[in-house]
């Protein structure tokens, strides 16, 4: 079973990826403009930003919920990745050539919201016994988790910045913009990866497919950091390798609610097995990766 889970798994990934691909070239025509891929690919980042948003808002709406909201701080992700959220589903189809000031302050607070709640996450596991002990690294308030409210806002803010580049030979950070946006999306894999590890370890392994986002993603990084030093050329594997990527933040969540279907009572229990089974917002949070197909 196990073996034929893990074949599952990795021939699913390769439909998705190629799927993805061939719509991909599809939607590309010699018509297409400078402006056009500029402008596209500022849509996808705040597409991505959102989908990252929505994570964070069920997953923080849970996990804060399970605590009582015992401080009022707690309420903070759920306004602010709500916020992100309407911003990257309004920018996904914003076709303007400049920044939105709106936008740009919403996905600011997030990534002041995701800093200070890292802080107050690395505040709740050193307080306990034990401090930074394995047990409160699993069972203490997830140290990984308001990072993704930082990238949700990280993501934002770049397809933000891009719309005000000129759209010949943009520019982000002092390079061009596309190497600029490689390795944001690069920085992005690593950082999910952390939590990604975490829980699969404290889950251990149980299931050989909890190996795929820990195989999969940092061959992505590395194959976007190769993108953004190497001299510019087409790059098809890479591209397959981050719809690779992107489709297991689908098939994740499959895996994640048959987790939940394992436990005692199944769904007809689902008020208890979504807390105490796998965590269905999580996966998403790969799917970031299908930003960097854009590069």
Partial sequence: MNKTTTVGIAVACGLAALIGTSKRADRR?????????????????????????????????????????????????????TL???????????????RHPVRNSVYVGAVLAGLAGTGFHVYNITKRPGRWSWHNLFYAAPIGAPMALLLSGALGAVAERLRDEPQHEPRLFGMPAGQALALVT???????????????????FQNPAMYAPIVIPPVA???????????????????????????????????????IARNQG??????????????????????????????
């Fill in 84 to 98: 992100s959220l309407l911003a990257g589903l309004h920018g996904g189809h914003d076709h303007e050539r400049q």
């Fill in 29 to 81: 025509t010699p018509a297409q403009t400078r402006t056009q891929t500029h402008i596209d690919t500022a849509c996808t980042f705040n597409h991505s930003s959102a989908l990252l948003a929505l994570s964070v808002l069920a997953d923080s709406a849970m996990e804060h919920y399970r605590g009582s909201f015992d401080n009022p701080a707690m309420y903070t992700p759920l306004v602010v990745s």
């Fill in 186 to 204: 690069s920085a992005g894999l690593v950082g999910t990866l952390g939590e990604v590890a975490l829980l699969h370890f404290r889950g251990a």
């Fill in 266 to 295: 199944g769904w007809r229990n689902w008020s208890q097995n979504l807390f105490n089974g796998p965590p269905l917002p999580a996966p998403p949070n790969c799917f970031h990766a299908r930003a960097g197909g854009t590069v």
């Fill in 221 to 259: 990084a590395a194959l976007l950091v190769n993108t953004a030093i190497a001299a510019p050329r087409s790059r098809w594997f890479t591209r397959l390798w981050l719809r690779m990527t992107a489709a297991l933040g689908v098939i994740g969540v499959g895996f994640h609610a048959r987790g």
